[in-house]
C-alpha cells in the first residue's frame, strides 16, 4: 500500500461557507419542524405558538426578563466552560448555583447585619463564590484521588445540594412571619444588589459580563489559561512536559464552581432576595447545553446562555398564550442542541 | 413489621427501578457507551406506561408502551453519539432533557388521573415463609420480572456469544471487525435495548412504586443508575446490590418518620444520593481501572494523578 500513491482530485464545489449556512438553516429549521409537530399533536396551532414565542420577545418585561436569567445563566455556563477547557464535564450547575446562593445567606445571618450593607455584600459574594468552589472541587478532588468520573459525582452532588437548601428553609432557615412557607426571611435591603438605572434589571448582568470577559482573557493569555488548554488537548503530554496536571484540574473545577456559586448569589442579591424551594432549579442544566452549543468559548457561552434565557422567556408566554406547560420549551432547547450536535460533526468530517 | 425488614422491604421496592435502568445501562457500557439519557428514558416509560395503563386499563399494556418510549429515546442517543459522533456525556444530558421536556408536555393532563397499576401479588407458599416471604415475595409482577432478569442477564453478558460480541465492541473493536461484523450495529442495539429495560424501570416506578405520574417523577434514579453501573462493574449481581441499597436508603426515611423519630424529612432525602458516592468514594479506584477500553476513552478524557 505504502508504494501506491493515491491521488485525489478536489471536486469543485459550493463555497464552503454557503454550504454551512444551507447546512445551519436546515437543521435549526428542522429543530422548528418537530417542535411545530410536538404542540400540534397537543392541539396548538404551532404558527400561533411560534408567533406568540416571537412577538412576547419584544416587549420590556420579556427583556428585563432576559437579562434576569442571563446573569445566573451565564456564569453557570462559563462555570462549565473552564473545566471543559481541561477536558472536564461538570453538570453540577444546579448544586454550585445552590450551594452559592446556600453560602451567601448563611454568611449574611451569620454576620447579623454586623457590617456595613457594602461591606456585607462583598463578602457574601466571596462566601457563596467559596462555597461553589467546595461543591465542585470535591467532585475534582474525588477525580484525581479516586478516579471517579465527574460528571457522574456532580450530577449526584446536584441532588445533594438541593436536599441540603430543602433542609435549610423548611426548617433553621424558615421565615418565621412567612405565613408558614418554605421560605426564608428576606435579605437586608442594604445588601441587595443596586438596580441599573430606572430599569428593573439588578447589577449582576455586569458580575456576568466582567466574569465573561476575565475568563475570556485568562483562558487566552493567562499561564493557567494557556496549561489548562494543554492539559485538555492531551493530558499524557502535559504531564511529560512537566505540569502540574492534578492541580491544574482542581483549579479548573474550582475556579467553575466559584463562578456558578457567584450565579447563586447575584440571583438571591439580586432578584429574589430570600431562598425558596424552587431556586434556579434548571438553571445549572441548561447553563450545561449553553456552553456546549458555544463549544465552550467564553464569549460565544455568554451568548449562547443570553440566546437560552430568551427561549425559556419565550416560554413563559407559551404557557400563558397556548396553556401549554413552561417545561414545553426543553423541548425546544433539546432540539437545538441536537441539530448543533449533528451539524457541527458534518463539519468536521468535511474539513 | 420491624424496622429491618421494612427497610429491606422497600430496598426491593424502591430499587427496582433502579435495577431495571442499571442492568440496560449495563449492556450499552458493556458496548462502550455511556448513557447518561438513562434518565430520560426512565422518565417518558414512567410517562408512557401511566398513560397507557390509564387508557386502556391494562398495566401490562403500560409496560409495554414504557418499554418502547424508553428504547425510542434511547435509539436517538445512540443516533447522535454513534452516527453523529457527538460527545456522550453532553448528548445524554441532551437526551435527558428533550425527555423532561417532552414528559411535561404529554404529562400534563395524566396528573392526578388514575390509572390502573400494578397490584402486589404474594407468591403461595414462598410468600408465607417468615421476614423473607414480605421482603422477597409479596411485589408486583415487574419486580418478579427483575428478579429472573438478573441471572438471565449474567448469563447473557458473560456466557452468550451475544454477550461476548457485546463486550467486543466495547474492548476490541479492532477484533470484532476482522470478523465481519458491524461495531455500529451491536452498540445501536446495546443502547437501544438497555433504554427500553430503563423505560421498563420508569414503568415500574408509575404504575408499580408510585402509583402516579407527575413531572420530574425519576429524581435522579437513572443517573443513580450510572453510578451503580460504575462501581458494579456491570456485573449484573452488583447491579442488584447496588440497586437494593439505593432502595434501602430511600426507605429509611418513612421507615424512620412513622416510628417518630424527629429528623428533617430532607436531611434524611439526601442519604440516598449521600450513600451512593461514598460507595463510589469507597469502590471507586478499583473499578476504574477494569472498565472497557471504549469507555475509559469517554470517562479519562485526561488521566487521574
Given amino acids: ?351 | 413489621m420491624s424496622l429491618v425488614s421494612e427497610v429491606l422491604t422497600g430496598a426491593v421496592r424502591g430499587g427496582t427501578s433502579i435495577l431495571y435502568a442499571g442492568t440496560g445501562e449495563s449492556f450499552a457500557e458493556s458496548a462502550g457507551v455511556v448513557n447518561l439519557g438513562t434518565e430520560g428514558s426512565m422518565l417518558v416509560g414512567a410517562l408512557a406506561a401511566y398513560a397507557v395503563a390509564s387508557e386502556t386499563n391494562n398495566p401490562w399494556a403500560g409496560a409495554l408502551a414504557g418499554l418502547v418510549a424508553g428504547g425510542a429515546l434511547a435509539g436517538v442517543h445512540a443516533y447522535f453519539v454513534l452516527q453523529r459522533k457527538a460527545n456522550q456525556l453532553a448528548n445524554g444530558l441532551v437526551v435527558l432533557f428533550l425527555g423532561l421536556g417532552l414528559t411535561s408536555l404529554f404529562g400534563a393532563s395524566y396528573v392526578s388521573k388514575p390509572a390502573r397499576s400494578f397490584t402486589p401479588w404474594r407468591v403461595p407458599g414462598l410468600g408465607s415463609l417468615p421476614a423473607v416471604g414480605d421482603i422477597l415475595f409479596n411485589h408486583d409482577p415487574l419486580t418478579y420480572v427483575s428478579f429472573l432478569m438478573v441471572p438471565a442477564t449474567w448469563w447473557l453478558l458473560t456466557r452468550s456469544r451475544w454477550g461476548l460480541l457485546l463486550r467486543a465492541a466495547g474492548e476490541r473493536t479492532e477484533v470484532l471487525s476482522s470478523y465481519g461484523h458491524s461495531v455500529q450495529r451491536i452498540q445501536y442495539l446495546a443502547v437501544v435495548f438497555g433504554g427500553m429495560l430503563a423505560g421498563l424501570g420508569g414503568a415500574q416506578l408509575s404504575i408499580a412504586y408510585a402509583n402516579a405520574w407527575f413531572e420530574n417523577m425519576v429524581q435522579g434514579r437513572g443517573f443513580v443508575a450510572v453510578a451503580v453501573v460504575i462501581f458494579a462493574a456491570r456485573q449484573p449481581f452488583k447491579v442488584a446490590a447496588g440497586s437494593y441499597l439505593f432502595g434501602a436508603a430511600l426507605a429509611l426515611s418513612p421507615a424512620l418518620q412513622a416510628r417518630g423519630y424527629g429528623i428533617n424529612q430532607f436531611a434524611l432525602d439526601a442519604i440516598p444520593y449521600v450513600t451512593i458516592v461514598v460507595v463510589l468514594v469507597v469502590l471507586g479506584r478499583r473499578r476504574a481501572a477494569e472498565a472497557p477500553e471504549g469507555l475509559k476513552k469517554v470517562f479519562e478524557v485526561s488521566p487521574s494523578t
Fill in chain 1, 1 to 351: 500500500m505504502a508504494d501506491v500513491a493515491v491521488v485525489r482530485v478536489p471536486r469543485r464545489e459550493v463555497p464552503a461557507k454557503v454550504k454551512d449556512g444551507v447546512r445551519w438553516a436546515v437543521a435549526l429549521g428542522g429543530a422548528a419542524v418537530i417542535f411545530g409537530a410536538f404542540v400540534l399533536a397537543k392541539g396548538v396551532n404551532p404558527f400561533e405558538a411560534f408567533s406568540s414565542m416571537f412577538t412576547a420577545l419584544g416587549t420590556q418585561t420579556s427583556l428585563t426578563g432576559i437579562a434576569l436569567q442571563a446573569s445566573p445563566l451565564i456564569l453557570a455556563g462559563l462555570a462549565v466552560a473552564v473545566p471543559a477547557k481541561a477536558g472536564l464535564v461538570n453538570v453540577g450547575g444546579e448544586g454550585q448555583l445552590i450551594l452559592g446562593g446556600v453560602c451567601a445567606y448563611g454568611t449574611s445571618l451569620a454576620l447579623g447585619g454586623s457590617l456595613p450593607g457594602g461591606v456585607t455584600l462583598v463578602v457574601i459574594c466571596l462566601a457563596g463564590a467559596l462555597g461553589g468552589a467546595a461543591w465542585s472541587g470535591l467532585a475534582g478532588v474525588l477525580r484525581l484521588k479516586v478516579g471517579i468520573n465527574e460528571a457522574v459525582t456532580t450530577l449526584l452532588l446536584n441532588y445533594i445540594a438541593l436536599d441540603l437548601m430543602l433542609f435549610l428553609i423548611y426548617d433553621k432557615w424558615k421565615d418565621p412571619n412567612g405565613s408558614g412557607q418554605p421560605v426564608t426571611a428576606p435579605l437586608r435591603v442594604a445588601e441587595r444588589l443596586p438596580l441599573v438605572g430606572t430599569t428593573g434589571v439588578h447589577a449582576g448582568i455586569f458580575v456576568a459580563i466582567a466574569a465573561t470577559g476575565l475568563v475570556w482573557w485568562a483562558l487566552r493569555s493567562t499561564r493557567w489559561g494557556f496549561q489548562l488548554r494543554v492539559v485538555g488537548g492531551n493530558p499524557e503530554a502535559a504531564r511529560r512536559a512537566g505540569l502540574k496536571v492534578g492541580l491544574l484540574l482542581i483549579s479548573a473545577m474550582a475556579v467553575g464552581g466559584a463562578l456558578a456559586g457567584l450565579g447563586g448569589v447575584t440571583q438571591l442579591a439580586g432578584a429574589e432576595f430570600k431562598l425558596r424551594p424552587g431556586f434556579l432549579v434548571s438553571y445549572g442544566y441548561i447553563a450545561f447545553l449553553a456552553s456546549w452549543l458555544a463549544r465552550h468559548h467564553p464569549v460565544r457561552v455568554a451568548t449562547a446562555a443570553v440566546l437560552l434565557a430568551a427561549i425559556a422567556v419565550s416560554g413563559d408566554s407559551l404557557q400563558l398564550d397556548s396553556g401549554l406547560p413552561a417545561a414545553t420549551v426543553n423541548v425546544l432547547m433539546a432540539l437545538v442542541l441536537l441539530a448543533v450536535f449533528g451539524w457541527t460533526q458534518h463539519k468536521k468530517a468535511a474539513a
